[in-house]
C-alpha cells in the first residue's frame, strides 16, 4: 500500500480496547491520552486527542500497514 491516506484509514480500522472501560474499540474512534493510552468516546477528557488530531501526526511510511511488516 503506497497511499498514505490509506495507509492512515487502515491503521484506524486497529482494534484497541479502552484503557477505562476495557472495551474494544476501532483507533479511528478513540482518543490518544498523554501517557499513550487510548479512550474511547465515554472515558477521554479535553486533554486528549481524537484519531482525526493525532493521526495527521503519525508517520505513515512506518506503519505496518505501508511496510509491510507482520510483526505485533
Do not use: W
Request: net charge negative; with cysteine; aromatic share 14%.
Amino acid at each position: 500500500m503506497e497511499d498514505p491516506t490509506a495507509a492512515i484509514a487502515e491503521f484506524g480500522k486497529r482494534v484497541q480496547r479502552c484503557y477505562g472501560c476495557f472495551v474494544a474499540y476501532h483507533l479511528k474512534d478513540m482518543y490518544l491520552g498523554e501517557d499513550v493510552t487510548f479512550y474511547c468516546e465515554h472515558c477521554h477528557d479535553d486533554s486528549m486527542f481524537h484519531f482525526n488530531d493525532f493521526s495527521k501526526l503519525v508517520d505513515p511510511a512506518k506503519l505496518k500497514e505501508i511496510t509491510g511488516c507482520q510483526c505485533g
